[in-house]
């Protein structure tokens, strides 16, 4: 075999570390990419600190895990510090070698650890703006900074063993141009996105007898259950389990309780901080860590009757490169022998939400309906389906069945031809939406009434309502909430009742 001929190109330092500075992490996926660390250490209780200080600002991650020796500290700090393709332990929660760097580097320009193992301490940490300066990968050993002393300081002094992660120079967290009131609140409101994240991503870690307390700022976190399984109505169904080709797969649906059956705090609360609509759809774990969260995986839209349905899919971790785990830990997508599979789970857990969704909700609705203006149409549920019937309590419709009598026989059987053409179209947007009126579809598709047809209805309309002994005001509130008529304001305030007219006219 021929000598081969070849020579070492090291990449630039300072182009790697930008790079990897623009991955994509928020601050809470960058801190739950930390924490992983943490619960792979086997530690059980994980302190956070946010402290404000203008540009001394920082966030500390302190752990009570096994520790690292100082080279097993150094070979953590290196990038891509173990190779993704090796076997792991089945409760490892890394993969690339990477998270904790780029994670750092996503927030911070100054990322030290300091780790305490068979009571010795070790200390390293990198420096951004040393490795531009010098264009190496230079691992500084000892802190060089007083902050960053300052800070550490008796960090692990109660602890056996444990690790503490400190972010300093928060440039991509904080506006290092100014430091305001607005800045501070701005961080504040981190901090709550940071707490409702991990509440979410670790709760199954947070719960059962080797529970794992997280804290922010010395507040312990309540883990966030997205499934609500200690509540009584909710539907826990049958539990499925497949194989990708290698690995197993565990998919467990839940269907949610109907906000009737919920207090107004717990229904608030299982919202999500994303909202009920948002958080349908799969959630996707890997060896208990949330990677996925609320999500049809491209498979189904996200429409309102089923924002019940959520489902549960467990997988391990040497399934990170069939579901196409990215460096984040934020996305996955199944392996295409699994699609099937999943829709047909879905289309299960998804019809008994649009169930649970309409036989609780449509009486509920139309009561709240009627409490703040009157429907020309209203909704039914007809064997499963939606079916919009003309509301035969509309002040017009009772005048003319009042006023009609011998012909009440006719007039409701139009009315019933009317509600059989209703347009398909319609049933469907409102299985979307059935919080809003038929009528209320018209943003893209309503033409309005010519304004001359628009005066005459509304003259047909007043002399109906006024016979049938409906005040001045009340008429006006009535037209104000009813379309078309709420689109004309002008025509609305000018109307005049009979005794107006008969009066003007002397």
């Given amino acids: 075999m021929d000598q081969l001929d070849y020579e070492y190109v090291e990449p630039m330092a300072d182009s790697v570390v930008q790079s990897l500075r623009s991955i994509g992490y928020s601050l809470e996926t960058a801190l739950a990419d930390v924490i992983d660390n943490s619960i792979t250490a086997k530690a059980n209780k994980i302190d956070i600190t946010f402290h404000w200080n203008k540009e001394q600002a920082f966030i500390k991650v302190v752990d009570n895990g ?26 490892d929660l890394g993969r690339f070698g990477m ?60 602890e056996a063993s ?52 997280i804290s922010i700022n010395d507040v312990l976190l309540t883990p966030w259950d997205p499934f609500l399984v200690a509540e009584n109505a909710t539907q826990e169904l049958p539990v499925e389990q497949f194989t990708d080709g290698e690995q197993l797969i565990t998919i467990h649906p839940y269907v949610l309780p109907h906000q009737s059956k919920l207090t107004e705090e717990i229904y608030n609360k299982s919202a ?66 699994l699609i099937e599979p999943l829709k047909k789970i879905a289309y299960g857990v998804r019809e008994k939400s649009y169930r649970i969704f309409y036989h609780r909700g449509v009486l509920i609705n139309k009561s709240l309906r009627a409490e703040k203006m009157t429907y020309l149409w209203e909704q ?83 002399y109906a309502l006024e016979i049938s002994g409906m005040s001045k005001s009340e008429i006006i509130d009535y037209l104000k909430s009813t379309q078309p008529f709420k689109r004309f304001p002008q025509l609305i305030s000018s109307i005049n009742l009979r005794g107006e007219r008969e009066h003007a006219n002397l």
């Fill in 66 to 91: 096994i520790g690292m020796s100082e080279p097993e500290l150094v070979n953590a700090m290196r990038i891509g510090s173990r190779n993704p393709l090796e076997v792991r332990h089945e409760k």
């Fill in 380 to 462: 039914v549920l007809r064997r499963g389906i939606v079916f919009h019937r003309i509301n035969r309590k509309h002040p017009l419709i009772q005048y003319l069945l009042e006023e009609g009598k011998p012909y009440n026989a006719m007039l409701q059987t139009y009315l019933s031809m009317l509600e059989e053409a209703a347009p398909s179209n319609q049933i469907i947007l409102s299985a979307s939406n059935v919080n809003q009126d038929v009528e209320n579809f018209e943003e893209e598709n309503y033409v309005a009434p010519e304004h001359d047809t628009v005066k005459a209805l509304i003259a047909d309309i007043v």
């Fill in 162 to 213: 444990g690790t503490v992660v400190l972010w300093e120079v928060l440039d991509r967290v904080l506006p290092t141009e100014s430091y305001t009131s607005k800045s501070y609140n701005a961080f504040l409101r981190k901090i709550d996105q940071v707490e409702q994240y991990l509440c979410l991503v670790f709760h199954r870690f947070m719960v059962g007898q080797r529970a794992i307390k």
């Fill in 99 to 158: 998270g904790l760097k780029t994670a750092s580097f996503s927030q911070c320009k100054r990322l030290s650890v300091l780790s305490k193992k068979d009571n010795q301490q070790n200390f390293r940490c990198w420096d951004l703006d040393l490795i531009q300066e010098k264009n190496q990968w230079a691992l500084l050993k000892h802190p060089i900074h007083l902050t960053t002393q300052l800070f550490l300081e008796n960090s692990l002094e109660n």
């Fill in 272 to 337: 999500g901080f994303r909202g009920w609509n948002d958080m349908q759809g799969f959630y996707i774990y890997r060896n208990k860590r949330l990677l996925v969260a609320g999500s049809w995986l491209g498979l189904f839209p996200k429409e309102e009757p089923y924002k019940l349905a959520r489902v549960m899919i467990d997988i391990t971790s040497n399934a990170d490169f069939k579901w196409q785990i990215d460096i984040k830990k934020s996305k996955a997508r199944p392996p295409e022998n």
